[in-house]
């Protein structure tokens, strides 16, 4: 408000260095602060002042110029293109040539925060020719520079396989999947993170990913103490999971599975969310690869999360990978109803506060359809809304006349009293169901 930023201005081509370099990081402050200062400095004509002798300046200052082009493009898509426009990319790539690491870290950093905001912007960092520059500083020996260059990597990749396609064009997937074992947890996060963004757009990319080995090494990263790390690595084969059966069964035989089930078990809140989806992917491609799930003690830490969790989305995700567990066959079904998951997914689909989509994850369809397990179905007739009751009373109507057994239970434990109290219409399917349980008894007993 004072007009400081245009007082700043001419101080940038000051004949003194160090009064460049402190006028630069003044800016920088201002800028990193909140968007309207930043565009303040970049209506202010700044920026070309800035970058105008980078070439020839010490490393003090590339690398205070480098954090005003971070704090500016950070903001905003509309800022970061700002910085676009003014030509900073290529003279960012004149610092990530540099020797020092501390100037090569501060342009990757700044590259990062423009790539990050969508395609286009990423397009132009690719276009600059940073991605050989960035594949080249994850190779260097400091952790902070491998960092940030492995940041900026996933950050180009994550918008589409194009993108993602230019960086493992540089060679960048062999060089990541060999720090996937190193000690700093900061470092394999984001190594988790780019080698995931990569491998989620395509087959074929995912494959490539697969082949630089990193199968059973990331598996390790669902044990580790940081919290990230094993988020980010259950992230990874996630996005693996779900492209193919191959892809998935790879998973099964390195003991992915069993892997993901006890981080599942270990871990509370978001933390869990992408093991679940990779117990739902890997069990809806097959009967084979659903029962390896099951095999795996993969439904109880399926239920406990719809217990436990207090967030909408993951219980969503659990009832969601359980449907796809139980979706197969009548064996798969039994499994996921002996779990006794049944009622619970029925208080949550009852339940007024759940949202939408948790309902319609927990409408217990997809196992319903399969589950002939009676004994599991038998008190849901006493609570299920009709909705889901049609599928009940289907489920029945498929056992009864086949199962003596199951017949004279029905009787004894009030399932067919219950059977006589529903209301449907008639010509109806649920009438029909009802009709067919009906014809299974004689007369006297069904009155």
């Known amino acids: 408000n004072s007009g400081v930023v245009c007082l700043l201005r001419p101080l940038l081509l000051d004949v003194v260095p160090s009064i460049r370099q402190t006028t630069a990081l003044a800016l920088g402050r201002l800028a990193d602060c909140d968007v309207e200062l930043a565009e303040a400095v970049v209506k202010a004509g700044i920026l070309p002042q800035l970058i105008r002798s980078l070439p020839e300046e010490n490393r003090y200052y590339k690398k205070t110029a480098a954090f005003v082009l ?7 898509p509309q800022l970061a293109q700002a910085i676009v426009q003014c030509g900073a990319l290529e003279m960012l790539v004149i ?69 993602a396609q230019t960086v493992v064009d540089a060679g960048a997937i062999a060089y990541l999947a060999q720090m996937i074992p190193n000690p700093d947890a900061k470092l394999k996060r984001q190594v988790l993170s780019a ?49 193919t059966p191959e892809l998935s069964q790879l998973i099964v035989n390195s003991g992915g599975v069993a892997a993901v089930v006890d981080c599942i078990g270990s871990c509370r809140g978001t933390v869990r969310l992408p093991g679940i989806m990779t117990l739902g992917y890997v069990a809806a ?77 927990a409408t217990l369809k997809n196992i319903l359809q399969k589950c002939t397990y009676l004994p599991a179905l038998e008190p849901l007739l006493h609570e299920a809304p ?28 009030g399932g067919l009293k219950k059977v006589q109290e529903i209301k449907a219409e008639p010509g109806s399917l649920l009438q029909e169901y009802i009709n067919t349980i009906n014809n299974c008894y004689p007369e006297e007993i069904v009155r």
């Open 70 to 76: 971070r704090a500016i493009a950070k903001h905003s």
């Open 95 to 163: 610092c990530l040539e540099d020797f020092d690491p501390g100037v090569k870290e501060g342009a990757s950093w700044a590259f990062g925060y423009v790539a990050r905001h969508n395609p286009e912007l990423s397009q132009a960092v690719v276009d600059a020719g940073a991605v050989p520059l960035l594949v080249l500083c994850i190779q260097e020996p400091e952790i902070a520079l491998k960092r940030i260059a492995a940041s900026t990597l996933s950050d180009i990749s994550k918008h589409s396989p194009e993108l």
């Open 195 to 243: 080698l995931s963004q990569i491998a989620k757009h395509s087959v074929d990319l995912a494959e490539l990913v697969v082949e630089a080995e990193i199968f059973p090494v990331v598996l390790t990263c669902l044990k580790d103490s940081d919290e990230y790390v094993k988020k980010n690595g259950a992230t990874l084969i996630r996005e693996i999971a779900k492209h």
């Open 285 to 361: 491609h097959s009967e084979d690869l659903s029962m390896a799930v099951i095999v795996s003690k993969g439904i109880p830490p399926l239920c406990a999360c719809l217990i436990e969790e207090h967030e909408d989305h993951i219980k969503a995700a659990a009832a969601w990978a359980l449907g796809q567990i139980g979706r197969h066959s009548a064996e798969h079904a039994r499994h996921v109803a002996v779990a006794n998951v049944l009622p619970t997914l029925l208080d949550i689909f009852v339940d007024t506060n759940s949202s939408e989509d948790l309902k319609t994850k």
């Open 386 to 413: 009709p909705s889901i009751m049609k599928h009940i009373i289907g489920q029945f109507s498929k056992v009864l006349p086949h199962d003596s057994k199951a017949r004279r239970l029905f009787v004894t434990t």
